[in-house]
């Protein structure tokens, strides 16, 4: 939504810079099509819009429905103009954002280009050792297997037969009987799941607390469940279930340190040329 909004702000800005007393002057054959006040639209701005092929019907609609459309905002722009506080400085805010966009994109660039993006286990492991104590659970979480099956589903038996088993073509025949008739299954025995999530998905009342496999019914399922470990909030956050945020602290921590090297290394360089002379030292 961030970056949409910005999109936003920054063809306003555009188009307050664009919409001035001063157009360019048009060629003396173009097409007058609407004017707003001062601001003029000529058929040559539309050049494109029309697709080829188009019947002159169709040509003539479109055309129409541009004309209305930028009349319409351009009457509503008319009158943001009018109403710009006297404090709010427009061509600052138009400098201001297009050096924000410069350097974003810049960032990115060197991002791309220049920053290691690979994190080793070791490396994880290391950071939430030394700062575990910040992730604290904020809910209830649980390893689990879920198999939650309508009762019409075929060959049951069978089901029961792979959920009992320890063998692992038994729990691949089951993962796949899942995938073509469960309504929800979890079977990732080293994610963590939200118990809040999981409690949705099973009759009222459930047990939730590792123990021996449950298996549940009720009007229309039949429920599969075997909780592995659980973690109750307050507690501290396992690494597997943090692993993706720790991630995103190690790449932005590169990321801080490679821009501060940067602006080192063109500070260094320019200054070096001459480029840079500092009068208050």
């Given at each position: 939504m961030l970056k949409f909004s910005s999109y936003i702000l920054f063809f306003t800005i555009c188009f307050l810079a664009s919409c001035t007393p001063a157009e360019e002057a048009k060629e003396e054959n173009d097409v007058e099509?609407?004017?707003?006040?001062?601001?003029?639209?000529?058929?040559?701005?539309?050049?494109?819009?029309?697709?080829?092929?188009?019947?002159?019907?169709?040509?003539?609609?479109?055309?129409?429905?541009?004309?209305?459309?930028?009349?319409?905002?351009?009457?509503?722009?008319?009158?943001?103009?009018?109403n710009i506080p006297a404090d709010l400085n427009i061509d600052e805010l138009v400098r201001d954002y297009r050096m924000s966009l410069?350097?974003?994109?810049?960032?990115?660039?060197?991002?791309?280009?220049?920053?290691?993006?690979?994190?080793?286990?070791?490396?994880?492991?290391?950071?939430?050792?030394?700062?575990?104590?910040?992730?604290?659970?904020?809910?209830?979480?649980?390893?689990?297997?879920?198999?939650?099956?309508?009762?019409?589903?075929?060959?049951?038996?069978?089901?029961?037969?792979?959920?009992?088993?320890?063998?692992?073509?038994?729990?691949?025949?089951?993962?796949?009987?899942?995938?073509?008739?469960?309504?929800f299954y979890m079977l990732e025995e080293n994610t963590w799941y939200q118990q809040s999530d999981l409690r949705t998905q099973l009759p009222q009342g459930s047990n939730l607390n590792p123990t021996q496999d449950l298996n549940q019914s009720d009007e229309t399922h039949f429920y599969f469940l075997k909780v592995f470990e659980k973690k109750s909030r307050g507690g501290l956050a396992p690494l597997g279930y943090i692993e993706d945020q720790i991630k995103k602290v190690i790449l932005h921590k590169r990321k801080m340190v490679l821009l501060d090297q940067r602006k080192e290394e063109l500070y260094d360089r320019e200054t070096s040329k001459k480029n840079v002379k500092i009068f208050t030292k």
């Open positions: 099509l609407a004017k707003v006040f001062s601001k003029k639209l000529f058929l040559s701005e539309l050049e494109g819009m029309v697709p080829d092929g188009a019947t002159p019907e169709d040509s003539t609609k479109i055309i129409n429905a541009e004309v209305e459309r930028w009349t319409r905002e351009t009457l509503l722009m008319q009158e943001a103009e009018k410069v350097r974003h994109n810049y960032e990115q660039f060197l991002v791309e280009t220049q920053l290691d993006s690979v994190i080793a286990e070791q490396e994880i492991s290391t950071y939430y050792e030394k700062n575990k104590e910040q992730y604290q659970l904020q809910s209830s979480i649980l390893r689990c297997f879920l198999i939650k099956v309508p009762k019409s589903s075929p060959n049951l038996d069978q089901l029961r037969s792979w959920w009992r088993s320890s063998n692992s073509e038994d729990f691949e025949k089951m993962k796949d009987y899942a995938t073509q008739n469960a309504s």
